[in-house]
């Protein structure tokens, strides 16, 4: 079955508000990575996260491994974060084992 | 500014040919991978190369097979391919346990 499990599927914004994004995972992690794939396809890493909180910008992931959970927190939304967040579990060190799940597509709208 | 290159972009072929993807990285990391990711969007890894040795292969088909060069170039060759392998082929490549990645921008390939 599905290791990673994202929620919601969909997400729509109006500019300036908040989002907080789900990710849930079916075995034990040894670091959740957060990413932004743009609507052309091209992909970016955000935050990685092997447990607690990690802020960047308007970016916040918080990783709960005991529990096989983690949220990403966009704050202050812009139209330019629309596009598709995913999240992926590592359950070795060096990428080894490493499940992504379906995603969420975050739609910022004025 | 690209930093992850992969040549073709696009690529239409027919069942049972080979064709072969290059990617190429400027960025001086010790770690590449090639991923998948099909019509739903879903991404998988399929293979990690560090110090061109090979570190992961997810239950990858056997026709499948990376090569490299150094530890700067990943190509990636499918031997006589089949329609389920029409996707997207993204390339990546780290620092090796690094937090992060950079992506090539993808190689899409349509199998008639």
């Known amino acids: 079955g599905q290791q990673v499990q994202q929620s919601p599927a969909s997400l729509v914004l109006q500019e300036g508000e908040n989002a907080e994004l789900q990710c849930n995972f079916s075995?034990?992690?040894?670091?959740l990575q957060w990413f932004y794939q743009r609507p052309g396809g091209s992909l970016v890493s955000l935050l990685s996260?092997?447990?607690g909180t990690k802020h960047t910008g308007r970016l916040t992931s918080t990783t709960v491994t005991k529990e096989r959970r983690g949220s990403l927190h966009i704050s202050s939304s812009q139209i330019t974060d629309s596009g598709t967040y995913l999240c992926?579990?590592?359950?070795?060190?060096?990428?080894?084992?490493?499940?992504f799940g379906k995603g969420t597509s975050l739609t910022v709208i004025p | 500014e690209t930093a992850v290159f992969q040549t073709p972009n696009y690529h239409v072929t027919q069942v049972g040919n080979e064709v072969s993807f290059n990617c190429k990285q400027t960025?001086?990391?010790?770690?590449m991978y090639w991923y998948k990711q099909d019509s739903k969007k879903l991404l998988k890894i399929m293979f990690s190369?560090?110090?061109?040795?090979?570190?992961v292969n997810e239950t990858v088909p056997r026709r499948f097979s990376p090569q490299s060069s150094d530890k700067a170039h990943l190509n990636l060759r499918i031997k006589s391919v089949e329609p389920e392998d029409s996707a997207v082929y993204l390339c990546?490549?780290?620092?090796?346990?690094?937090?992060?990645?950079?992506f090539g921008p993808g190689t899409r390939l349509t199998v008639l």
């Open positions: 996260n092997p447990s």
């Open positions: 075995s034990t992690a040894t670091r």
């Open positions: 190369y560090n110090n061109k040795q090979l570190i």
């Open positions: 960025l001086g990391h010790d770690t």
């Open positions: 990546a490549s780290s620092y090796w346990g690094g937090d992060e990645q950079y």
């Open positions: 992926a579990m590592e359950r070795g060190t060096g990428y080894q084992n490493f499940y």
